[in-house]
């Protein structure tokens, strides 16, 4: 399951919904060459992506589906990965709560797998509960069925109508950047500096919830996330792909782009919820994005690197 | 999948029901269980809800469950009203003087689950019986240690009155 959570719709920091008056060039579509073939060709391609990715619609989440497929989820989270889910109780039983974690485990990211089955069996699939993906993971024909989950397309206007409707936001600041780290830097929170989920919290006045797992990055050997290969084949200007990763995957052997995914290899998650974080009682009444990011990021890298302590084996946990 | 368990215990069957009745010391005994909260105003009896969760594999499985039979000192039923779908009861009958045989039965499942359903309801029985057989023991222990204390407080109230004579 493929839910990094990147760019948006507006081309914003990905999944970093940001109030700020919008970019004079919208980086999103190519805007240079304009005239040249390639521009065209560039210009071309990325509407055609842009017209692909279906319009978010909070609707689309069925509590049925879920519920039906919670079998399935709980096979892979509970035979395959051996997953562990500590502190859900942290998780404000009401009302709308940001849910920040960090990303692992490449395109197939076993986080979000387990942490959706935990999720939804603790507080019930009644209760609505959205996440934040990368747009060209729901224009994947073949993975339509996350939508049912609710997975939408990251941007601050789905972000603020999830959590205007009172639900549990999922979001992925470190999105496609971090999820393809290499496999050394799987004990390390890396946001890349995206702040923009910080001021959704303060906006909509909620709380967040760090979420901090571990054991993703194991699940394949990630080599290198391939920035400069992406900018070299304009995707990041054609699919909003800041990155082209190279990883060594099943079944793939040497796995370029992992736009088809792998077998990830059964890699135990463990996975620890924070206590809430109230923005304005913590950090006062015109709380400082930047110092709450330092703050936030600080706790959950304490976090995983106590997790990471607790591993004796790659792989085994 | 049903799972149930069943065993004997050498208490009074009003003083088994009184522990197994009350929702404040479910946890005290029922294994497995992470989460036994009364939902709404009503403490027990027909009618009155709980949150409940048991933990299973990879995750904390339940909900919201009703109670649906409450037969005292016999019958205690429950069904889910959210979550999984699930029915649990304790079952008390008199086996001879001064014995209770005690039955705890669980039922779940997920409807229209199809193949993947039937698959994680076989995986997780082992689990299930075990939360099941394990919970009968932490009771039977529960019993035995309310019976000792009654004992006690009994023989503290008489040795007063003997040595006033």
């Not at chain 1, 942490?115 to 993975?143: C, D, K």
């Not at chain 1, 054991?215 to 995707?235: D, P, S, Y």
């Not at chain 2, 086996?95 to 779940?108: D, I, K, N, Q």
Request: aromatic share 8%.
């Amino acid at each position: 399951m493929a839910t990094t959570a990147t760019g948006s719709r507006n081309g914003h920091d990905a999944r970093a919904p940001a109030p700020a008056p919008p970019p004079a060039e919208d980086p999103g579509r190519p805007t240079s060459g304009g005239s040249s073939l390639l521009g065209r060709v560039l210009r071309e391609l990325a509407e055609q992506t842009q017209r692909r990715i279906p319009r978010a619609d909070l609707d689309e989440r069925d509590p049925d589906y879920i519920r039906e497929r919670l079998p399935q989820l709980w096979l892979a989270a509970s035979i395959w990965y051996r997953g562990e889910v500590r502190g859900l109780g942290n998780i404000p039983d009401t009302g709308p709560v940001l849910l920040v974690g960090n990303h692992s485990g490449g395109n197939m990211t076993p986080d979000t797998l387990v942490f959706t089955l935990a999720f939804s069996s603790y507080f019930g699939v009644e209760r609505a509960f959205y996440q934040l993906a990368h747009n060209l993971v729901l224009s994947m024909p073949w993975l339509g069925f996350l939508r049912k989950f609710g997975t939408v397309a990251a941007s601050p206007a789905n972000a603020r109508k999830a959590l205007d409707s009172g639900a549990a936001l999922l979001v992925y600041p470190g999105g496609d950047y971090e999820v393809h780290r290499p496999s050394w830097q799987g004990s390390r929170v890396d946001f890349g500096g995206r702040k923009g989920f910080i001021r959704l919290a303060i906006e909509q006045n909620v709380p967040i919830v760090p979420v901090v797992s571990i054991g993703g990055q194991e699940t394949a050997f990630f080599l290198t996330r391939g920035e400069r290969l992406a900018r070299l084949l304009a995707l990041d200007r054609v699919f909003r792909l800041k990155v082209l990763p190279i990883s060594l995957a099943l079944p793939w052997g040497v796995n370029v782009g992992d736009m088809l995914g792998h077998i990830p290899l059964p890699a135990k998650i463990t996975i620890e919820t924070l206590p809430p974080i109230d923005l304005r009682e913590e950090f006062g009444p015109d709380p400082d994005p930047s110092e709450v990011y330092d703050h936030l990021t600080r706790i959950m890298q304490d976090t995983l690197d106590a997790l990471a302590s607790e591993r004796r084996m790659p792989l085994l946990g | 999948m049903r799972i149930a368990g069943s065993m004997q215990v050498a208490a009074p069957i009003e003083l088994v029901w009184s522990i197994v009745s009350d929702p404040e010391r479910a946890l005290d005994f029922m294994h497995g269980v992470t989460r036994w909260e009364t939902a709404g105003d009503q403490p027990s009896g027909q009618g009155a809800r709980y949150r409940m969760l048991m933990r299973v594999g990879s995750a904390e499985v339940g909900g919201l469950v009703e109670v649906v039979e409450w037969a005292p000192p016999c019958e205690f039923a429950w069904t889910s009203v959210t979550g999984v779908d699930q029915r649990g009861r304790w079952r008390l009958r008199q086996a001879g003087r001064g014995r209770t045989r005690v039955e705890f039965r669980l039922a779940y499942g997920v409807a229209g689950s199809g193949i993947w359903g039937w698959v994680a309801e076989r995986v997780a029985a082992p689990t299930v019986k075990d939360h099941v057989h394990r919970s009968l023991e932490q009771l039977r222990r529960l019993v035995e240690q309310e019976q000792r204390r009654e004992r006690a407080a009994t023989r503290a109230g008489a040795a007063p009155a003997a040595s006033s004579r």
